[in-house]
């Protein structure tokens, strides 16, 4: 049975590279039969900035944007979070969209790969902790791509996504090979 991964593409930005990263990521994933991918692009999804009348700790949202939201990551078995760093963090309608949801994000293994200047380690820092708090299995196998490094041509764009970023290629297939190789534990009742 295939696992069922969502990428989610965090950054919503005019001019953002991630469309070109989310592609590579895509062409990577495709190597492996053991798993369906589904792309998640925030900037589609547009969700409302979060104002729920309670934290999804205490209910779940009640608006219809939340219950679509709910449903649709619900429906993953893994997650890859694609995440620009902006200030040294990751960006806000990334935060808004998790921000949304708790046991959704349970007892999921989640992978984050990050690109900035020096690989965008501070935004994976903080989605590790993040995602920690939220109950999800983090992969410790994430992706840290500097575009610092001759990636990017004239206008800001990747020079070519196959190539440019192939340094990254088995960073990506061992963080996959974690995933395939999880499997959920359910919680036990006590009676």
């Known amino acids: 049975m295939s696992k069922k991964i969502q990428l989610i593409i965090g950054s919503t930005r005019q001019n953002r590279i991630s469309p070109a990263i989310a592609r590579w990521i895509e062409a990577q994933v495709a190597k492996n039969d053991d798993f369906e991918l589904e792309v998640i692009d925030l900037k589609s999804v547009n969700l409302p900035f979060f104002n729920e009348p309670t934290s999804p700790s205490m209910a779940p949202g009640t608006s219809d944007e939340a219950k679509a939201w709910s449903a649709k990551i619900s429906s993953a078995d893994a ?11 990751y960006p ?8 949304y949801l708790k046991s959704e994000w349970q007892n999921r ?3 984050i790969v990050t690109y900035g200047y020096g690989g965008g380690v501070s935004s994976a820092a903080q ?14 196998s ?18 070519e996504p196959a190539t440019g970023l192939e340094k990254y290629d088995e960073l990506l297939a061992t963080a996959l090979d974690e995933i395939a190789a999880y499997e959920k534990v359910e919680a036990l009742a006590v009676a």
């Not at 806000?92 to 921000?99: S, T, W, Y």
């Not at 989605?127 to 410790?140: M, N, P, W």
């Open 92 to 99: 806000a309608p990334l935060k808004n969209a998790i921000d």
């Open 127 to 140: 989605l590790k902790q993040v995602f920690t708090r939220l109950g999800s299995e983090i992969v410790e």
């Open 142 to 159: 994430g992706v840290a791509i500097d575009i610092g490094a001759g990636l990017l041509n004239e206008v800001g764009g990747i020079i």
């Open 79 to 89: 997650f890859i979070i694609l995440s620009a760093e902006y200030n040294a963090g």
């Open 109 to 111: 293994p989640v992978t």
